[in-house]
């Protein structure tokens, strides 16, 4: 009995698969990264508003708020520390966000202080400067 199929082979759909896991595993790291560098960028965001409601305040009041705590997110932890004449602001990165990196630098923690530049840990390369 001759049998002409028509179709794919078992050895053909099996090397499909493996092109498709080969370049599943290679692209699966840059999303990652993707994905942690816009959560960085929401987490920036949260920290610049933040700022810029301080700066409206003492227009306002002569000096920084001092009671304010802003909302954390399963991403990050939000912390500022503010006197009458300066603020610090910092974002904290938790769970798999902690493993951000920018340049080689850990971007888990990310600081912004009054005069609008990163604190001391808050690391340029993190801030696209």
Known sequence: MNYIGKGFSLIELMVVIALI?????L???SYVQFVRKADRSD?????????NRQEI??????G??????PTDTE???????????TYTLTATALGGQAADKEAGVSCATMTLIQNGSPGPDGHQSCWGH
């Open 21 to 25: 896991a080969i370049l599943v595993s």
């Open 27 to 29: 692209s699966y790291p």
């Open 43 to 51: 987490a920036q965001a949260v920290l610049q508003d933040w700022a």
């Open 57 to 62: 305040w003492r227009a306002d009041n002569m």
């Open 64 to 69: 920084y708020n001092t009671n304010v705590n």
């Open 75 to 85: 991403l990050y932890a939000y912390t500022m520390v503010s006197t009458d004449t």
